[in-house]
C-alpha cells in the first residue's frame, strides 16, 4: 500500500462522497477533483501516456498541461484540477488505453 500524497490537515473538514472507479471516498467539499484524489491512497496510476505506457498523474494543477484528466459522470477528458468536487459525483481514471 502506498502513503497519500496529502493529508486532511488538522481542523475537521465537511466532506462529500464521491464515487471513484466504482468506490465510495470521502473528500473535502471545497477541494477540486485532483486535490481530493491525491489526498486519497490510490492503487494504480491515474492514467497512463496513450503514447509511451508511462504513468502519468497532476502536474500543474492549473489546467494548463492536461495530466490530470479523467472521465467525470460520463463526460470523458475532464481537467480534474480545475473541477470542484460534488456530492454523488462519478469519477474514473484512466482512459480505454489504460485497460491492459
Ligand atoms: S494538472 Fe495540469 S491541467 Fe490539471
Redesign the pocket.
Known sequence: MSTPMFSAGTPPMRTVTVIVDGVPVAVPEDFTV?AALLMIEQRRPWRRSAVSGTPRA???????????VAQIDDQPNC????TPVRAGMRITLGGPHDRV
Open positions: 485532483a497532476p502536474y500543474c494543477l492549473m489546467g494548463v498541461c492536461f495530466e490530470c481537467r480534474t484540477c480545475l
